[in-house]
């Protein structure tokens, strides 16, 4: 009785899942490592990305371990498969490519017409009487205001709802310079995104600025300023604006976003 010899075949099909796993595997790593994860997303959810990264290597190992293996007796021959499948793994390759090819690009000054400034305090879920006011409190014990990334948003909500609380109050801030549609010259906007998830619902909120020069900054510079809050008026609404004491024009910051903290 002979033995038939076994034969082994070449799966084209799981040499690219197994490619395709193990570049994302290292897309992730790149992004976790060199800090770009969060040009894309909130930190808070850097831990289930690395997660994901893990959950994906076992994957790979498998697909890997399949693309030499023995051909069951009554399976066809590799050059007879037809190759219109293997079109299918076209678009996770030229997102790999992409990816690795294109630089992070944040969001610039261009995109703060088309979101809206402050858009999201245009509207408050609820009336000034109704907002939770954490920082109030401490803001008002502060002989001057340092804003800080973690408390941006927050420190901007208590300013533009109640800005006579303000008045006169010191401050101190970083942002890039936006100048909205007909700003008079010796103004302009300090600007920084808010990131609540993604930079898909990526928000710029801002505060008017006064500056006797302000058209010697273009928009789009970074600026750290110090001034004194003063109250302005916009539409019959009371707008918090910022008097410009001194001000340092700074390169755009590793982490240009703000990320509001977890809840």
Known sequence: ???????????AHALMRAAILLGFIALLAWLVNTGQLTLYIHPRFAGLIE??????????VLQALSIVRAASPFEQRPHAHSHNSQWTYLPFLIVLILAFALPGNTLNVNMVNSKGLNSQLAAPPATTYEMSRPLAPQLR????????DRDYAEIVNELQFFPQEYAEKKIRMTGFVFRPPETPKSQFSLVRYVVMCCTADALPYGILCELEDAAGYQDGTWLTIEGV??????????IPLIKITSLQQVAEPEAPYVFPPSQ
């Open 229 to 238: 809050v003063q109250n302005a008026t916009s539409e019959d609404k009371t």
């Open 1 to 11: 009785m002979c033995k038939l010899k076994a034969r082994y075949i070449l799966d």
């Open 141 to 148: 014990q502060m002989s001057r205001i340092d804003v800080t």
């Open 51 to 60: 997660i994901a990264g893990w959950l994906l290597l076992p994957m790979a």
